[in-house]
């Protein structure tokens, strides 16, 4: 993991009809993380990685580990390393160099940021402290805009039905705690002890900045923000684009949501002459309104301090620093210890001057001709999930026209972004680490405010090249994969086909089901959030998720704890139709010949032992509880096996029968795309 393999050659021998590989000496696969004593048929995960689950300690500063995180840690290490040599030019003032060095030196200089106390974020405490009015709260929300967390997060996105135009979102926020539930849901004793801890660290931040009775202070900000939680949507509503999409004036925004002082909050946020918006959440917007307009004043402004402290701890003295780690890091995921600073600085740099960091990184570690054959890549799993759609049973002709013309307008990008982002306004001063982070922070906000209103950009990115992940964005009707997840283990040219088909093409073919998901298939081809199903297709598709909801449902990763079936359903979904079109496409490579047997696996074996390693992770309790509550993914055994269970090749691979833990009759397996 830790040895970058480039991208060569492999998406040639991916290609339709391509040549077969010969019998290479390895498989690719990790051999030593088998458990021997565990049958694939009755435990695909721990059959994989076994031995590797026994054997391995999370390290004192993660909360989980496995492929995704070693390959994060390997990202922020290359990235460290360019920072670091961009540093070391001196660049004159301005430039990119001088800003990414200062901006990283500055957040690893914990003594200069101990010995300035709290005097940096003081002028930003003051303009709290200052607020006299309602209209004076707005204002100041508005001017703080992707500064500082409030209540009323703004974002600019295309469109769900004008895709072509940029409107300003509302969304819900203002939490100190990950989610609604940590609030709402008493009787739940680890939600309980997180509350508790939650209220410690409010105490603390209180008592360094000089609150008279921080204890007090604490329980006032957590119950406005228990107010707060009381008026939020949970995850799964939060899934629905049609209940998602309100588009209103901001005239019409203050009839239904009175109290609140909208055009000041806009004018102030850079938005003076908003013509229209979508508010995510309408309900939200009338609560929160409420809660600002009655709360008493200073109980807001005690709530603000918080959120600000709390927002720049890390870039504030030492105590500070401790306390928010105990509570973020210990409390909420399990994480024993802090991250090394260096990674801290790399992470806080990408997130101010990522893709200037991006850039020299591409150059490096992912050149064109490699962009070029994953290309080649992602259009054979295109054209797989081409032929699936045509072969569905359960969808009617007219419905597959829609589908095909949708996936006929796929957008993909791969690995960077052909335009790249201009620094340039942003001001970087060495030594005032906590002035670094709110302007990078006011700068972002502001890109992002000129584009309201006005034609989207389809060049953009929402992601670094050096990041780890991958997305598919329904109002553009695009698939992104940026370079940093194009290595191994999920692409490594010294593995065989039927290994990385199984990691690094089902990874491709997650992506592009997404936009066949149950929220993705609400966008048509153009982007647009649009029925373009039969009624008794539609239904159909909805029987077929249910039943996917009530599998998952039945996984209990942590005693008493289940997943959540309907928050996961679209990723579910995406495992499910990307592994099965991965798999085909794999089968489509080999031309009719059989693979070789390699480590005493079959070439389709290989596939789904593949894709098994490559979701080894292995979580602490406090983070699987976190994700349980919060994150639309399953955990990473159940995603491994969830899948498979389903998959008719899996069964066939390795002979299944009655009395296997994961034998599934044909006829109850859950098939979709």
Do not use: C
């Not at 819900?172 to 997180?194: F, N, V």
Request: glycine share 8%; hydrophobic share 40%.
């Amino acid at each position: 993991m830790n040895k970058a393999l480039r991208l060569t050659t492999l998406a040639l021998l991916m290609q339709l009809g391509g040549l077969a590989m010969a019998a290479p000496p390895q498989s690719g696969l990790d051999t030593q993380a088998f458990d021997k004593k565990v049958r694939p048929q009755d435990d695909l995960f721990r059959a994989a990685n076994g031995h590797w689950l026994e054997t391995t300690e999370i390290p004192a500063d993660k909360s989980s580990f496995g492929v995704f995180i070693q390959l994060r840690d390997t990202s922020d290490q290359r990235a460290r390393t360019i920072i670091e040599e961009l540093a070391k030019k001196k660049g004159k003032t301005g430039s990119v160099e001088q800003k990414i060095g200062d901006y990283y030196a500055t957040y690893t200089d914990t003594a200069t940021i101990d010995k300035a106390g709290l005097a940096p974020v003081k002028p930003l405490l003051d303009s709290i402290a200052a607020i006299q009015t309602r209209e004076q709260l707005a204002a100041w929300m508005g001017r703080q805009m992707g500064v500082i967390d409030t209540p009323v997060p703004l974002g600019i996105e295309a469109d769900f039905k004008e895709p072509t135009v940029n409107r300003l979102i509302t969304w819900q926020g203002g939490l100190g705690l990950p989610d609604r539930d940590y609030y709402l849901k008493k009787d739940d004793e680890r939600l309980s002890k997180a509350r508790a801890a939650y209220q410690t660290y409010l105490e603390t931040l209180a008592r360094e900045a000089g609150v008279k009775d921080p204890a007090d202070a604490a329980k006032r900000v957590l119950a406005l923000e228990n107010q707060l939680a009381e008026v939020q949507w949970d995850k799964v509503a939060n899934r629905d684009p049609v209940k998602l999409y309100n588009p209103m004036t901001p005239a019409e925004l203050a009839q239904k949501a009175p109290g609140f002082d909208w055009n000041g909050f806009f004018a102030a946020a850079s938005l003076p002459k908003l013509d229209k918006l979508s508010g995510s959440q309408p309900s939200y917007l009338t609560g929160v309104a409420k809660i600002l307009s009655e709360a008493p004043l200073e109980d807001i402004k005690l709530y603000l301090t918080m959120r600000a402290l709390d927002g720049n701890a890390d870039v504030l003295p030492k105590a500070l620093r401790e306390a928010h780690f105990a509570y973020h890091g210990t409390a909420l995921t399990g994480a024993k210890s802090q991250k090394p600073r260096w990674q801290q600085a790399v992470g806080n740099v990408n997130g101010a001057l990522g893709e200037a960091v991006g850039e020299v990184y591409v150059k490096r570690y992912f050149p064109a001709a490699d962009k070029a054959r994953m290309l080649q890549l992602v259009n054979n799993l295109l054209g797989s999930y081409k032929d699936s759609i045509d072969k569905l049973s359960w969808m009617t002709p007219a419905t597959k026209a829609q589908a095909q013309e949708k996936l006929s307008k796929y957008m993909v990008k791969i690995g960077y972004p052909d335009v790249w982002r201009d620094y340039g306004a942003l001001e970087v001063r060495a030594g005032d680490a906590v002035g670094n982070g709110l302007r990078a922070a006011s700068f972002e906000w502001q890109r992002q405010a000129a584009k309201a209103s006005k034609p989207v950009d389809r060049r953009e990115w929402l992601m670094t090249p050096q990041t780890v992940n991958a997305y598919y964005n329904p109002t553009l009707n695009e698939i992104v994969f940026p370079a940093a997840i194009l290595q191994p283990p999920f692409y490594n040219t010294k593995a065989d086909d039927a290994v990385n088909y199984g990691a690094i093409g089902a990874v491709i073919g997650h992506e592009i089901s997404h936009g066949f998901d149950d929220q993705g298939s609400q966008f048509d081809g153009d982007g647009a959030l649009r029925n373009w199903w039969t009624d008794d297709d539609r239904k159909a598709f909805e029987a077929i998720g249910a039943k996917l909801v009530a599998q998952y449902e039945g996984y209990e990763p942590i005693p008493g704890k289940h997943v959540n079936g309907k928050l996961t359903l679209g990723e579910n979904i995406a495992d499910l139709s990307g592994l099965q079109i991965a798999y085909k496409a794999y089968l489509r490579s080999l031309n009719g010949k059989p693979a070789p047997v390699i480590n005493g696996f079959t070439g389709e074996q290989r596939f789904f032992m593949g894709w098994s390693q490559a979701w080894r992770e292995k979580s602490r309790e406090e983070r699987r509880l976190q994700l349980l509550t919060t994150d639309p993914h399953s955990p990473a055994e159940f995603r491994a096996n969830g899948a498979a269970v389903n998959h008719d090749g899996f069964h066939e691979a390795f002979k299944t029968k009655p009395g296997d833990k994961m034998f599934k009759a044909s006829e109850d397996r859950i098939r979709i795309w």
